[in-house]
């Protein structure tokens, strides 16, 4: 095997319930792709074992494998990807639109500012020592949900018939905002605070590609 690549023939996906991996699936189902699931257990860091580190050197959840065998990891660049390879989904304006470098900058704020204070709610340990961990998960939630604020109140989103962040038009960068809506005590709190990103997760979530994978996930749970 070399370094970088697995051999396959559809796409991988290594991922488990509940984690970013399901952005990943979303997007494959809104671009009618079939996907193999691996699961790679966080509950007993089965991600930090060598024979995942071989795979993601990072240890991190997710990673796709293309048909070619290329091996993907991050989010932002995996569901960038999808979006390329498949381009009679359209789920992403076409190169050099507005409404594409809008759908940029929301998933990249999400996958550069937030998704890095899921590793410090998860993970408080490696922060600081052992009793600062209640106080360093307390501060990666509030600073979490300061960024789903900063979509609440700057992405122009309008609810009722056009609840996306391109209005009427869903796209690839809905995904991430409604999956990661859900994360650090999301379930209720989004909901009691955030009326539009709200309006905006549960239409993703109804979206016929998208409303198993949620189920499946645990994401239409209340807590
Ligand atoms: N930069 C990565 C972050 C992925 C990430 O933090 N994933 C979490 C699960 S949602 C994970 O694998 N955590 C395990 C760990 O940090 O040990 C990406 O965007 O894909």
Do not use: C
């Not at 550069?112 to 709610?121: G, I, Q």
């Amino acid at each position: 095997m070399r370094q970088g690549r697995v051999t396959g023939m559809g796409y991988l996906l290594y991922g488990d319930r509940g984690s970013g991996s399901a952005m990943v699936e979303m997007a494959l189902a809104e671009a009618g792709q079939p996907v193999d699931l691996r699961e790679v257990p966080l509950e007993g860091d089965h991600q930090l074992r060598a024979a995942y580190l071989a795979i993601n050197p990072m240890g991190r959840l997710p990673t796709l494998v293309l048909p070619d065998g290329t091996v993907m990891t991050e989010s932002l660049a995996i569901l960038l990807t999808i979006a390329d390879r498949h381009p009679d989904a359209a789920l992403l304006p076409p190169a050099g639109s507005t409404e594409r470098a809008l759908a940029l900058r929301w998933m990249t704020l999400l996958a550069a500012e937030f998704y890095p204070h899921v590793t410090r709610w998860d993970y408080p340990d490696r922060f600081g020592p052992k009793d600062a961990a209640p106080a360093i998960r307390e501060r990666a939630e509030a600073l979490g949900h300061d960024v789903l604020r900063v979509i609440e109140d700057h992405a122009g989103l309008r609810s009722g018939d056009a609840p996306f962040l391109l209005g009427a038009r869903f796209s690839v960068a809905d995904i991430p905002v409604a999956v990661m809506s859900r994360w650090m005590g999301g379930r209720a709190w989004t909901p009691a605070n955030l009326p539009r990103v709200e309006a905006l997760a549960q239409a993703v979530a109804r979206r016929p590609a998208i409303a198993p994978i949620w189920e499946r996930h645990g994401l239409a749970a209340k807590r």
